[in-house]
């Protein structure tokens, strides 16, 4: 049914918007290099698909790695991430033999990183947002609290942190949204295509990480809570369970199989997991190791650790988070019905990924901002704050409006400061300040130290920072690439200017969308957009009542 909107152009679809957004915020916050080392671990396996290099370099070996069939030293990790960089790793060996980047041979990072890190970041990034616009708006919100949760996920959450730094969780955080939204538009048109794509997505999370099958069972929560709360038939329910398992576990079942059959690749069985092996070989090489290696922590730290210390607490690294839970406990009987159950699902997936990293010896993935073992679910939670306020701030006090704002706009300060500097450089100066240090305060420190001058003089240095070349340069150098480049002088000085030229460019424009978005919103242009809710259709062939979006199916663009 053709929708009464004629929009004058790319700028007046909020979909495009939001995706130009997220191009431009991701261009910005690019290092080059790929923010871990287990990423550069995993862009070498990605080479060693299409080339002769090997799946792990001899010399980080016996440091990573474990040795696998026919003696062959193969890494730890799923093969997910590596699939995904597979084209740019392509792509990016062909630009680096280029003749004008053959000053880059042996810079770190190489030209190859550049382009993989470039390629990969700001793809997830755009398409994480704009999953997220229709998810939000699948779930009845208007254009302009879909618009301003996707701006709070991006700059209010961790997500910004690792659309820096490459690791899985943004990808992991995709196929989730994916998978959810994708999977809820099933549910509620019986269309087969939405439930093939939520399941595909939620499926290649298998081959990520399998801790990711939680994932699979917080979106059946999800879908079982919608229709516990509607009141569907017990007949209905019945007939769609059986629709499910025709469509959605065949492809579980496949993406499953793919992972076991990488790892008897690897490994030569199907029966076991790489934790499994890596346990096995490195008690071998360290036999003094405990009994209960590597799942040694006490449970009291495992659980606590993640929620109240202040070097990794989710509250601190992520106080979204807390405006979502406030706001779902003080206005849960005004929630829809879909809001609780995102709500209760991303809160038990929550809960359900402490419990089991609680246990694990690293349980919050040591170098990283904030627990990245928990960023995921966390995002997803934290993501639906602003929308909820946005929806309901009319039965919220002065004082409770003004206080949700003012986390909110904490929540983004705490996301900006996280990528000015990279993320080990707190981590280095906690081994000599000790424990208890407040990690995201010790940010905000060292930017004004930098700024100032004062790193030695208030006490932010050690031997760890200081003695290497290398350590020292990324401790003290914002951490994009062009005032890298500038810095560490691989580049001749009138290139470097032109590149950070180019990188305040880009800031300006998006500043100027954002303020376009703020505009557009408060003109309320973008309400002229159907409202998104769903309406019953008669007469189609669907196993129970099927709905229709009051906008068209494709809610990214208008209407032909």
């Given at each position: 049914m053709a929708v009464a909107h004629n929009p004058r152009g790319?700028?007046?679809r909020p979909a495009f918007l939001i995706g130009l957004t997220a191009l431009l915020a991701?261009?910005?916050l690019q290092s080059g290099e790929m923010g871990s080392a287990d990423t550069s671990m995993r862009l070498q396996n990605t080479h060693s698909f299409w080339t002769s290099?090997?799946?792990v370099r001899p010399e980080d070996y016996p440091e990573f790695g474990l040795v696998g069939r026919n003696g062959t030293i193969h890494g730890w990790y799923g093969?997910?991430?590596?699939?995904?960089?597979?084209?740019?790793?392509?792509?990016?060996?062909?630009?680096?033999d280029l003749p004008i980047f053959e000053s880059?041979?042996?810079?770190?990072?190489?030209?190859r990183e550049m382009v993989v890190s470039y390629g990969c970041n700001t793809l997830v990034c755009?398409?994480?947002?704009?999953?997220?616009?229709?998810?939000?708006?699948?779930l009845e919100f208007t254009v302009n609290q879909a618009l301003a949760g996707a701006l709070g996920l991006l700059f209010g959450t961790t997500f910004l942190h690792y659309t820096q730094n490459m690791l899985e969780n943004n990808l992991i955080t995709l196929l989730d949204l994916t998978g959810f939204c994708f999977q809820y538009e099933w549910l509620r048109s019986g269309r087969t295509r939405t439930l093939v794509i939520g399941s595909a997505a939620l499926g290649a999370n298998l081959l990520v990480r399998l801790t990711t099958v939680m994932d699979l069972m917080a979106c059946g929560v999800f879908l079982l809570v919608i229709v516990g709360c509607e009141g569907m038939r017990v007949s209905n329910v019945r007939q769609r369970f059986f629709s499910f398992a025709r469509i959605a576990l065949p492809l579980y079942a496949f993406f499953f199989a793919m992972d076991r059959l990488y790892q008897w690749y690897r490994y030569g069985s199907i029966f076991n997991t790489y934790l499994g092996i890596f346990t096995q070989q490195?008690?071998?090489?360290?036999?003094?190791?405990?009994?209960?290696?590597?799942?040694?922590?006490?449970?009291?730290?495992?659980i606590g650790g993640p929620l109240i210390t202040p070097e990794k607490s989710i509250f601190l690294f992520d106080p979204l988070i807390i405006l979502t839970l406030v706001l779902a406990l003080l206005l849960w009987k005004h929630m829809r019905a879909q809001t609780k159950a995102w709500v209760l699902a991303t809160g038990s997936l929550l809960c359900g990924y402490i419990s089991f990293y609680a246990r694990y010896f690293d349980w919050s993935g040591d170098f990283a901002w904030g627990d990245r073992y928990l960023s995921m679910p966390v995002e997803l939670l934290a993501m639906m704050a602003i929308p909820l306020l946005l929806r309901h701030r009319g039965k919220l006090r002065a004082v409770a409006g003004g206080t949700a704002w003012g986390i909110g706009t904490a929540s983004v300060v705490v996301q900006l400061a996280s990528v000015i500097f990279w993320h080990p450089l707190e981590v280095y100066q906690v081994m000599t300040m000790g424990h208890p240090t407040f990690v995201v305060g010790l940010r905000f420190k060292n930017i004004a130290a930098d700024i100032l001058g004062k790193y030695e003089q208030w006490g932010l240095t050690n031997d760890w920072m200081w003695s290497d070349s290398w350590q020292r340069f990324h401790s003290t150098t914002p951490y994009f690439m062009p005032f890298m480049l500038w810095r560490d002088g691989s580049v001749q000085a009138g290139t470097a200017h032109a590149l950070i030229a180019a990188w305040f460019l880009v800031l300006a424009a998006l500043i100027r969308v954002l303020l376009l978005l703020k505009t557009k919103a408060r003109r309320q242009e973008f309400e002229e957009w159907p409202t998104g809710k769903w309406r019953p259709v008669a007469g189609e062939n669907?196993?129970?009542?099927?709905?229709?979006?009051?906008?068209s199916e494709n809610s990214f663009l208008p209407e032909r």
């Open positions: 790319l700028f007046s991701a261009l910005l290099a090997p799946p093969i997910g991430q590596s699939i995904l960089m597979l084209p740019f790793d392509i792509a990016g060996t062909y630009v680096a880059f041979e042996g810079h770190d990072p190489s030209i755009v398409l994480a947002l704009l999953v997220c616009f229709r998810l939000l708006r699948r490195i008690r071998e090489r360290n036999p003094d190791l405990p009994a209960k290696f590597p799942w040694t922590t006490p449970w009291h730290e495992g669907s196993l129970v009542t099927t709905y229709r979006m009051n906008d």
